[in-house]
């Protein structure tokens, strides 16, 4: 399966950008979608994850109710909803597909695809 991650740019804080993940090469159907990202010098982190089975979806605490993770099933798009940004949200954000349980969704170790990476940067 190939993602292709876009909808990065630069914003000021306080702005709002969507990110995209399109799917392709294998039918969108039962892959759990997450987003990570990492910052200059940071580890990639969690942001958010969509499971495919209940559609349920969980995002970090930090980016709790700013952030909202959704999907396109017609389009094998999910997306990332960001409002509110705030500069420490600057970082290179990247699309994952995976099967993992739940306990191992927030680990960017049971994803097996990745997309190329969209940059945000907030200025403040």
């Known amino acids: 399966v190939q993602l292709q991650a876009s909808g990065g740019g630069l914003v000021q804080a306080g702005g709002s950008l969507r990110l995209s993940c399109v799917v392709s090469?294998?039918?969108?159907?039962?892959?759990?979608m997450a987003w990570f990202r990492q910052a200059p010098g940071k580890e990639r982190e969690f942001v958010a994850v969509?499971?495919?089975?209940?559609?349920?979806?969980f995002v970090r605490d930090s980016v709790k109710g700013r952030f909202t993770m959704s999907r396109d099933s017609a389009q094998n798009t999910v997306y990332l909803q960001m409002n509110s940004l705030k500069p420490e949200d600057t970082a290179v954000y990247y699309c994952?597909?995976?099967?993992?349980?739940?306990?191992?969704?927030?680990?960017?170790?049971?994803?097996?695809?990745w997309g190329q990476g969209t940059l945000v940067t907030v200025s403040s």
């Open positions: 994952a597909a995976g099967r993992p349980i739940t306990s191992t969704m927030r680990s960017e170790q049971a994803y097996g695809n």
């Open positions: 090469g294998r039918p969108f159907t039962g892959y759990t």
């Open positions: 969509l499971k495919w089975g209940n559609s349920n979806t």
